[in-house]
């Protein structure tokens, strides 16, 4: 079955960085795009930014375009989100999630369970 | 950027009830919507996608309607385990967008 398992999640200063990974099987890794949306504490979903499956292609939210970069390794069935010049407003739960496609088209049908990412002096 | 608008933001219903959420997009999105259930601490799941079209292992109650700008999520008899919070999202562009979610409680 499909797994995503996000890690590198913690408390981090602002204007620091991190880098999320997350880890896929149960799929042909290389086949699909990727996502990461985040949800702030009690707050509703936002979408950060989406890769598509050879890593040509990717597109970001205003929020956050020019600060974070998505990227993936298909020899390693791992995606990542490099986070820089982060920001009290970046604190989330950030999911990966499976992309229905090939290219950047196409929603989500399997998250992972979520890293906490917490930004606090 | 593409608004979506769910109503409404919560709703209470009895076992048994047949419960309807409606989604509208600020502009034309053809099909491209889908909707996700969310219970407290855990992570979104897929239900419907291209509007209508249920994910894989998704129980029949739950259905999807509409095209353009109005679309409704259909729950047609609700159970105690449905009690969640429900987003609906486009992705007919980027970047993607997402309700506010409607949260489902039972009476």
């Known amino acids: 079955q499909v797994q995503l398992v996000e890690s590198g999640g913690g408390v981090v200063q602002p204007g620091r960085s991190l880098r999320l990974s997350c880890a896929a099987s149960?799929?042909?890794?290389?086949?699909?795009?990727l996502h990461w949306v985040r949800q702030a504490p009690g707050k509703g979903l936002e979408w950060v930014s989406v890769?598509?499956?050879?890593?040509?292609?990717?597109y970001y939210a205003d929020s956050v375009k020019g600060r974070f970069t998505i990227s993936r390794d298909n020899s390693k069935n791992t995606l990542y989100l490099q986070m820089n010049s982060l920001r009290a407003e970046d604190t989330a739960v950030y999911y990966c999630?499976?992309?229905?496609?090939?290219?950047?088209?196409?929603?989500?049908?399997?998250w992972g369970q979520g890293t906490l990412v917490t930004v606090s002096s | 950027d593409i608004q979506m608008t769910q109503s409404p933001s919560s709703l209470s219903a009895s076992v048994g009830d047949r419960v309807t959420i409606t989604c509208r997009a600020s502009?034309?999105?053809?099909?491209?919507l889908a909707w996700f259930q969310q219970k407290p601490g855990k992570a979104p799941k897929s239900l419907i996608y291209?509007?209508?079209s249920l994910q894989s292992g998704v129980p029949s109650k739950f259905s999807g309607s509409g095209s353009g700008t109005d679309f409704t999520l259909t729950i047609s008899s609700l159970q105690p385990e449905d009690s969640a919070t429900y987003y609906c999202q486009q992705y007919n562009s980027y970047p993607w967008t997402f309700g506010q979610g409607t949260k489902v409680e039972i009476k």
């Open positions: 291209a509007a209508s």
């Open positions: 149960g799929f042909t890794f290389s086949s699909y795009g």
């Open positions: 999630a499976k992309g229905s496609l090939a290219a950047v088209a196409g929603t989500a049908d399997y």
């Open positions: 890769i598509s499956y050879d890593g040509s292609n990717t």
């Open positions: 502009q034309g999105i053809s099909n491209y």
